[in-house]
């Protein structure tokens, strides 16, 4: 099945800072997201972008596809920007990376 | 609109005891999914419905699990028994169509003692 790989496993920021997430898979995905996982464990899609580039607020995503990996940018963060980042893709099902877990420190 | 609702919120069984997780997804939403989630990893995924049709089950430990999702909307997952390794965190998902944004509930967190 698809691989998933985040990176950086782990980012500690001050709050104002700017920060880009990568997601690369060892395959094409037709299906692309990504998801915020808040303390409380709560999951919100961020952005559905098999590809291309969306923007919504300070956050923005980027997927190439033809080389299989996807960016989301923050910018500006805010400590409520914390949690953990995942990217998911795949043909239908997603599969999930390992995530990114962001501390934004005031 | 509504989100998807889970229930329980919280469970607490003995291994060897079977468990059952209900999930209401969003209205009109024909692609329903089950994912697992143990803690520090990221979901993954155990069965796919499109409407009350299984498209994948292929990670479903099925000797254990099983899952249903009646007349196309509310959706069961049962554990029957249940092992130490079966605690984490169960989520349900829906979306529109099965390549469409996915909108998980708050999940039902497992704990096998």
């Known amino acids: 099945g698809i691989q998933v790989e985040q990176s950086p496993p782990d980012l500690i920021l001050q709050e104002g800072a700017n920060s880009t997430l990568r997601c690369n898979f060892s395959d094409s995905v037709n299906n692309l997201q990504w998801f915020h996982q808040n303390p409380w464990g709560q999951l919100i899609n961020l952005f559905y972008?098999?590809?291309g580039t969306k923007q919504n607020g300070r956050l923005s995503a980027t997927t190439v596809a033809t080389e299989r990996y996807s960016l989301l940018y923050i910018s500006s963060s805010q400590t409520t920007d914390s949690g953990v980042y995942f990217c998911?893709?795949?043909?239908?099902?997603?599969?999930f990376g390992k995530g990114t877990h962001l501390i934004i420190q005031p | 609109e509504a989100g998807v609702a889970q229930s329980p919120r919280y469970k607490i069984i003995e291994k060897r005891q079977s468990v059952a997780f209900w999930c209401n997804p969003i209205s009109g939403h024909a692609t329903l999914y089950w994912y697992q989630q143990i803690l520090g990893q990221g979901p993954k995924l155990l069965i796919q419905f499109q409407n009350n049709g299984v498209v994948d089950d292929s990670q479903l430990p099925k000797d254990r699990f099983s899952a249903e999702r009646l007349k196309g909307v509310d959706s069961t997952l049962k554990i029957q028994p249940a092992k130490l390794e079966d605690s984490a965190v169960y989520l349900c998902?829906?979306?529109?169509?099965?390549?469409?944004?996915?909108?998980f509930g708050n999940g039902t967190r497992l704990t096998v003692t």
């Open positions: 972008i098999p590809s």
């Open positions: 998902a829906s979306s529109l169509w099965s390549n469409s944004p996915l909108h």
């Open positions: 998911a893709g795949g043909a239908d099902g997603l599969t």
